[in-house]
T-cell receptor, first 113, second 115 residues
């Protein structure tokens, strides 16, 4: 079974631009979560989607948003990029809707110049 | 406020010996714990988990111990192999009014297994 895939793997943007990252979960998984990893803050939860509904949101500004489609694929969007948004963005999928083991994709490395 | 803490940023162990990675938490609402391994430029890989109703879970070379009264868990790797060299993250999930897969991660411990 194919793992979690994320596209693109690397991205370079400039301040003020917006960006959309994509995640395809493991087949059959309906829960998709997003995390941001930075050297200073570590791995931090952004949000979680289950059956196209956002169930949980981390402590991030409204510039960070996401959505999930009927096929469970998910996208996250960051508008008005800031230098501090440079990070590894990780997507994880889970089979169950609660406390399921989450399987991570390889991540998208976003660099904001 | 760091709810999940891994106080050792790094650990060096000889091949064949035991590696013990530690994790402390402060939130008594956490009831499910996981360990992930991460190589640079890759996503975390799930290793092992434990529910708060247990105090030990074993899977091959990996064993996780949970001490609820001390709010402490540890991951034991026996025997350690050079391929185990990576950053290890402890993560916790909170008992919640509804369903959630949200994980709170520790800051990670870099394990180096010397041949």
């Amino acid at each position: 079974k194919a793992g979690v895939t994320q596209t693109p793997r690397y991205l370079i943007k400039t301040r003020g631009q917006q960006v959309t990252l994509s995640c395809s979960p493991i087949s059959g998984h309906r829960s998709v979560s997003w995390y941001q990893q930075t050297p200073g803050q570590g791995l931090q939860f952004l949000f979680e989607y289950f059956s196209e509904t956002q169930r949980n949101k981390g402590n991030f500004p409204g510039r960070f948003s996401g959505r999930q489609f009927s096929n469970s694929r998910s996208e996250m969007n960051v508008s008005t990029l800031e230098l501090g948004d440079s990070a590894l963005y990780l997507c994880a999928s889970s089979l169950t809707d609660r406390k399921g083991t989450q399987y991570f994709g390889p991540g998208t490395r976003l660099t904001v110049l | 406020d760091q709810q999940v803490k891994q106080n050792s940023p790094s650990l060096s162990v000889q091949e064949g010996r035991i590696s013990i990675l530690n994790c402390d938490y402060t939130n008594s609402m956490f009831d499910y714990f996981l360990w992930y391994k991460k190589y640079p430029a890759e996503g975390p890989t799930f290793l092992i988990s434990i529910s708060s109703i247990k105090d030990k879970n074993e899977d091959g070379r990996f064993t996780v111990f949970l001490n609820k009264s001390a709010k402490h868990l540890s991951l034991h790797i026996v025997p350690s192999q050079p391929g185990d060299s990576a950053v290890y993250f402890c993560a916790a999930s909170e008992r919640y009014g509804g369903a959630t897969n949200k994980l709170i991660f520790g800051t990670g411990t870099l394990l180096a297994v010397q041949p």
